[in-house]
C-alpha cells in the first residue's frame, strides 16, 4: 500500500484547510468571491487537495483511527510560521508508524472480507449443487443449460464470441457484454479457468448458467469489483466459433524435433 501520509503530502492537505479556515475568520461562506481566474485557481487548489485528502481521513476514521482535524490545520499553521511543537525527525517517526499501522489495519479488514466470502461462496456452492437442473464437474464447476444448442462445440484453443453477464452470489453485477451492447471475442484459453472448461461443453447457439467457484476464478485475489474468494456467477450465450489454425507440416516438424 503506498503512504498517504508524507510530510509533504501532509503539508498541502492542510494548506487547503488553512486556507479555508483563515477565510472563514474574516468572510462567511457566502461572501467568498470566485470572480477572477486568480480567485478561481486559489480555491480550486485548496478545494481539490482538501477533497483529495476527505477520502484518506474519513477511510482513517472506518478503520477506527479517530482523526482531529483542528490539529491538522495547527500542526500546519505552525509549519507555516516555523513553530514546530514536534521536530521533523519526529514527525516522519509517527508519520510513519501511522502509515504502518493504517497498512496493517486494511490487510486486517482484507482477511476478513475474503473469509467472509470464502463462507458465503462455500455455503452458496452447496445450495446451488442441489437444486434441479444443475451439474457439478469433477472440478467443481457448476452449471445449468437455459437454452439449449445444436451447433458445434468450441475447442480450448477457438476463439469464441459470445454474450454474458457476470454476478456476485448477492446478485451485484461487475460484467456485462450485454450492457455495453457489444459481444465480446477471446481465445477461449486465455481466461479463467471456469470459463475455458464451461464454454467448452456448450454447443453455438446455446445459453448456460455457470456457477464458477473462486479456486476456477480469480481466487484469493481482489479485484476491485470482485472480491477476494467470489464464487462468480455468469449467463453465457455462445454467438459463434473461431476454430483455431491448424499447424502447417513445417510447424509440426519443428515443433517434433524440439
Given at each position: ?56 481521513i474519513k477511510e482513517q476514521e472506518e478503520l477506527g ?22 521536530t521533523e525527525e519526529e514527525m516522519q517517526t509517527v ?68 454474450h454474458y453477464v457476470g454476478t456476485l452470489t448477492d ?88
Open positions: 500500500m503506498k503512504s498517504i501520509y508524507k510530510i509533504s503530502l501532509v503539508a498541502l492537505a492542510v494548506f487547503g484547510l488553512t486556507a479555508c479556515n483563515q477565510e472563514q475568520k474574516t468572510t462567511t461562506a457566502a461572501e467568498v468571491k470566485l470572480e477572477t481566474e486568480a480567485q478561481k485557481q486559489a480555491y480550486s487548489v485548496g478545494a481539490s487537495i482538501g477533497k483529495y485528502m476527505s477520502g484518506h483511527l479517530p482523526v482531529d482535524r483542528s490539529l491538522i490545520i495547527t500542526g500546519f499553521s505552525n509549519g507555516l510560521n516555523d513553530e514546530l511543537k514536534l508519520l510513519q508508524s501511522l502509515d504502518e499501522t493504517l497498512n496493517e489495519k486494511r490487510q486486517a479488514q482484507a482477511q476478513a472480507l475474503a473469509d467472509k466470502a470464502l463462507a458465503e461462496s462455500k455455503a452458496f456452492l452447496e445450495a446451488n449443487k442441489a437444486k434441479e437442473g444443475v451439474v457439478t464437474t469433477e472440478s467443481g464447476l457448476q452449471y445449468e443449460v437455459l437454452t439449449p444448442g445444436t451447433g458445434e462445440k468450441p475447442a480450448a484453443e477457438d476463439t469464441v464470441e459470445v446478485g451485484t453485477e461487475f460484467d456485462s457484454s450485454v450492457a455495453r451492447g457489444e459481444p465480446a471475442k477471446f481465445p477461449l484459453n486465455r481466461v479463467i479457468p471456469g470459463w475455458t472448461e464451461g464454454v467448452q461443453l456448450m454447443p453455438v447457439g446455446a445459453k448456460y448458467k455457470f456457477v464458477i467457484p473462486a479456486e476456477l476464478a480469480y481466487g484469493n485475489r481482489d479485484t476491485g469489483s470482485i472480491p477476494a474468494n467470489s464464487t462468480l456467477i455468469f449467463e453465457v450465450e455462445l454467438l459463434s466459433i473461431e476454430k483455431a489454425a491448424a499447424p502447417t507440416a513445417e510447424a509440426a516438424t519443428d515443433g517434433h524435433a524440439h
